[in-house]
């Protein structure tokens, strides 16, 4: 193919663009002087999309007036002169601030209009008419981002259909659309269809996606209507590609050739997904269309794959996936006989190889078409049909409220500094620079990391550790019902007393049994424990975080086995189940890297003369009781601290889950621990756990549990003994009652989705979880509606099969507990939902009461099960007070877009962790050190800087230097 062919064609389009200017850009409507201003100064361009963005949340001119001094009144704000005069009126009161308000609103709905066709389907056959009068196709696209509930896929099903059914009744009347092919059409976003697509449940999403498409295509061949199918994120690229296979072959649809799916060329794994797809239309005879487009979501998918530190699935640089679009472009095209190719994007020449390649090809013009965004670079599209080829532009019907989020990605686009159409129309730059052959680089990103850098939890997603995954739990099946005994010392010991840990999920199905100690193996424990420790205490920082390190590693290479153990022990669904190990692994990495940084101690108090070293020794033996519902997390924490900072320690972990103990000692045992130094405990905590507690010779105690033993250790704790010699350091997390505030411009999208996670996640049984949602008036109807929705949409059942959201509970006192909380709050406020559970198992419903109190029993006290007390309240002031009022301070969250409501929270929410626009549960090692105050804890917060020293004694030793009059310093002058 000839690059200068593309120059000369990609030069015919610009000549034919002369003089015109794309109505984004044009500065002589309000719109195109923000997007100058915009793309001038960054900073009024993040206030202006975050502006934007809530725009439709706020339901009166004073709200609109209050956001904008927020966004736009901040210090050091530079406004551009048109807008000055609005600003200036919202700063004022009375009537001009209204009007100002209005104004300022009315032209923000007009920009958004400008890329929307209309509101609903017959609002928009006006402006598809007007489509087809300019010469140009179209296919319709319902705005909308993901839905929450199967109540909202409902509506978006019938939406499609209802759609496909106005266009095959009004659009054959135009006489404009005589001269288009293919005139209807419409897109199909699958996360709107169905609200539970999870890509670790491959099988069953795809089998639910097509049942919801199926209705759709069969009308559409019905109707002669072509269907194409959005391509959104990456994570549901697969089932995107194998729900449309399944449709397209069904047969049902045998004869259909208007199926089409769009494929993004900034994606990694593109051109090779597309070359499949071709080999499978011939393979079943079939032909499709494919809508080859850059990709939207850039931003979001690097920063996913950052935060989540998995290889970033979008390249890097412009200039590839520029390169990539051509050559699947080429692909595409030379398979014109099984695809056809809808060539969508804005950049010339990207249209103009497009066209040169078809040519090379032996195709006309009418082989393939190209495809815009509707309100976008008019300029080019009239240049294209002016050569023959057919456009079709991408026409957007919806609210305004779904719409803004579409508005703000294409705003984003537009003012982005790689953007073709920025640089063509706004920056005027050179046709040898626009129409340069795209260079791959190929480079991959590394996104900065800080000082510690987590494990990745898995993708699910992936068909490779999907596999992994069911091969584990297939595996740990096969090795249930194991005898596990007591190791005191590096000998295992049996004892008489026995207990069954059983799968909560299948009461009849026992996991294991294992030795109960009793108070004479708590003393076999402290006397191997004291006699290691005088060695282990003087082993080098370096050697105990090796030993660390390498647990790390054998956990990582079981990741599979440990958490399929979790998923059979204590109910914790998949992702669930893989994030508990993750945060082991973390909390191993971690406290090795932190011992080894506090190791070295501090002689900055040193003069010359005098040597001042300040550091820290270990105190001694320790005792580690820790909890069920983070088995191996929690525990590994706990253990971890204790062994790195040179002591030695009683692990006695939870009842319910001493086999996931088990599997820690374990890893413990293969890393090279010599024997004495961790010690292996099971036992009732009424009998050992408390003799360990009272015990003169442990020096400190770790717990993670409730209020009630939280407060009886320390309580025992303090029991002194004539022989003590010492005071025991108690670090202990005893829960919480850890609200949600839903402001009144909170985006409910966000605030729904992250109150159910952390409401009803592991069925509640987290002390960092969602009990209270404290929502401001103007949002709670909407709010409680949309959550009530979702909540009926989890799926509920068995965490062994991969679309489970929510298990059982621990066990039948958990059960019994929780169940009564719901009787208590039955009887104080309404009960606006209960979910339907299996009858098999300990299973709890998801239960959400309304009209709650804030000195309601479930809105004061902490339950640990699938129950949300919703209260509605006046203002955020009044929000803030009443999710402080209760004894505890552990997490706290907040659904806000208003930068000063935010600022508040941060000041006067008074929580050990407060997260801000996103779940309050899921703590990550170094990024979120966790734990509270009040009663909900004491001591410094696990996976922080601080936490270690709890586990040491600081000493400062300051030695005389000076002899004679003569230092050692003194030689270096």
Same mark, same amino acid.
């Given at each position: ?173 135009? &006489?404009? /659309? ?5 005139? @209807? $059409?419409? !897109?199909? *976003? ?6 539970? +697509? %999870? ?94 487009? &850059?990709? /939207? ?5 690097? @920063? $996913?794959? !950052?935060? *989540? ?6 390249? +890097? %640089? ?656």
């Amino acid at each position: 193919m000839s690059q200068d062919q593309i120059f000369e064609t990609g030069k015919r389009i610009l000549d034919a663009m002369k003089g015109q200017k794309a109505s984004i850009f044009d500065k002589s409507w309000w719109t195109g002087k923000m997007m100058d201003w915009a793309m001038q100064k960054p900073e009024f361009k993040v206030s202006l999309f975050r502006f934007v963005d809530v725009l439709p949340y706020l339901n009166s001119s004073e709200q609109v007036g209050k956001h904008l001094k927020e966004y736009f009144m901040g210090d050091g704000q530079e406004l551009p002169p048109f807008f000055q005069w609005g600003i200036g009126s919202i700063a004022a009161t009375g009537i001009g601030s209204k009007i100002a308000g209005t104004a300022i609103k009315k032209n923000i709905e007009q920009m958004a209009r400008q890329f929307i066709v209309g509101e609903n389907a017959n609002d928009a056959l006006k402006g598809l008419h007007k489509i087809t009068d300019n010469g140009y196709a179209f296919t319709v696209d319902i705005l909308g981002e993901a839905a929450l509930s199967e109540t909202e896929s409902r509506h978006y099903q019938n939406e499609y259909l209802n759609i496909i059914r106005t266009l095959h009744a009004e659009v054959p009347k135009w &006489k404009s /659309a005589e001269k288009i092919r293919k005139p @209807l $059409n419409v !897109s199909v *976003k699958l996360s709107a269809i169905y609200s539970q +697509i %999870n890509p670790a449940a491959f099988d069953h999403t795809v089998s639910e996606l097509k049942k919801r498409l199926l209705p759709i295509f069969q009308l559409a061949k019905e109707l002669g209507v072509f269907i194409n199918l959005d391509m959104e994120s990456y994570a549901h690229k697969a089932v995107t590609l194998q729900a449309f296979k399944d449709v397209v072959s069904d047969p049902s649809m045998a004869g259909y050739t208007l199926a089409g799916i769009a494929m993004q060329a900034y994606l990694r794994d593109t051109e090779r997904d597309v070359a499949d797809l071709i080999a499978w239309t011939k393979e079943q005879n079939v032909r499709i269309t494919v809508r080859l487009v &850059k990709g /939207a979501y850039w931003d979001y998918e690097a @920063l $996913n794959a !950052s935060q *989540k530190d998995w290889p970033c699935p979008v390249f +890097i %640089n412009k200039a590839d996936t520029d390169a990539s679009f051509e050559r699947i472009t080429a692909l595409l095209l030379q398979n014109n006989t099984y695809v056809g190719a809808a060539i969508a994007s804005h950049n010339v020449r990207s249209i103009a190889h497009a066209m040169v390649c078809a040519k090379d090809c032996g195709l006309d013009a009418n082989a393939f078409e190209f495809q815009t965004l509707f309100g976008m670079a008019e300029p080019i599209k009239q240049a294209i049909i002016q050569m023959g080829y057919q456009v079709r532009e991408y026409a957007p019907v919806g609210a305004l409220i779904p719409g803004m989020a579409y508005l703000v990605r294409r705003l984003l686009e537009n003012t982005s500094n790689e953007s073709w159409l920025k640089m063509s129309f706004a920056d005027e730059t050179s046709i040898d620079t626009l129409l340069a052959t795209p260079v791959a680089k190929n480079k991959s990103w590394t996104p900065p990391h800080t000082s510690f850098a987590n494990i990745a939890v898995a993708d699910f997603g992936d068909a490779n550790q999907r596999d992994k995954m069911i091969a584990a739990l297939r595996s740990v099946k096969s090795q249930l019902g194991r005898h596990y005994p007591l190791i005191i010392g590096g000998k295992s010991i049996d004892s008489k007393t026995r207990n069954t840990s059983v799968n909560p999920t299948h009461p009849d199905q026992i996991i294991g049994t294992y030795a109960m100690a009793d108070t004479m193996h708590a003393d076999q424990a402290i006397a191997a424990a004291q006699k290691a420790f005088q060695t282990w205490r003087y082993v080098p920082v370096k050697e105990r975080a090796t030993i660390l390190r390498n647990a790390a590693d054998i956990a990582e290479s079981r990741r599979f086995e440990l958490s399929a153990m979790q998923v059979l022990e204590v109910g914790k669904p998949w992702a669930e189940a893989d994030a508990d190990v993750c945060e082991a692994i973390d909390f191993l990495r971690y406290y090795a890297q932190e011992m080894e940084r506090i190791a070295s101690g501090d002689m900055s108090g040193s003069v010359p003369g005098e040597t001042n070293w300040y550091h820290y020794i270990p105190k001694g033996v320790g005792v580690v009781i820790a909890p069920w519902n983070f088995p191996l997390a929690i525990s590994m924490g706990m253990v971890a601290a204790g062994l790195v900072t040179g002591n030695c320690i009683i692990y006695k972990p939870s009842e319910q889950s001493t086999i996931v103990g088990t599997q820690l000692m374990a890893l413990f045992t293969e890393a090279g621990l010599p024997d004495g130094v961790l010690n292996f405990l099971p036992g009732k905590g009424s009998v050992v756990g408390n003799y360990l507690v009272e015990n003169s010779h442990t020096s400190f105690v770790t717990f993670t549990g409730s209020r009630e033993v939280g407060l009886s250790i320390i309580q025992h704790a303090n029991h002194f003994e004539a022989q003590q010699d010492h005071v025991k350091r108690i670090v202990a997390e005893m829960g919480g009652k850890n609200a949600i505030i839903v402001d009144a411009d909170a985006d409910l999208d966000e605030a729904v989705a992250g109150v159910l996670k952390s409401a009803f996640g592991f069925s509640g049984q987290k002390c960092s979880a969602c009990s209270r949602a404290i929502v401001l008036e103007e949002n709670y109807d909407r709010f409680v509606e949309r959550l009530v929705d979702a909540t009926k949409s989890m799926v509920i059942g068995d965490p062994i099969v991969p679309e489970t959201v929510m298990g059982p509970v621990i066990d039948h006192d958990a059960q019994t507990k929780i169940l009564s909380y719901i009787e208590k709050g039955s009887q104080q406020s309404h009960m606006i939902y209960q979910g339907s559970v299996p009858t098999d198992g300990y299973f709890v419903p998801p239960t959400i009461f309304t009209d709650v109190k804030p000195d309601h029993s479930i809105a004061q006290e902490e339950i640990f099960g699938p129950v949300l007390a919703i209260i509605k309240v006046k203002t955020f002031e009044d929000a803030i007070a009443i999710a402080n009022g209760t004894p505890f301070a552990l997490t706290g969250g907040v659904y806000s877009r208003s930068p000063i409501n935010i600022e508040i929270a941060k000041r006067d929410f008074n929580v050990g962790n407060l997260y801000i626009n996103r779940p309050c549960t899921g703590a990550i090692v170094h990024r979120h050190p966790f734990g509270g105050f009040k009663l909900s804890g004491v001591g410094s917060k696990a996976g922080g800087p601080d936490y270690l020293l709890q586990f040491m004694e600081p000493r400062n030793i300051s030695e005389n230097t000076m002899r004679r009059g003569f230092a050692p310093e003194m030689l270096e002058k």
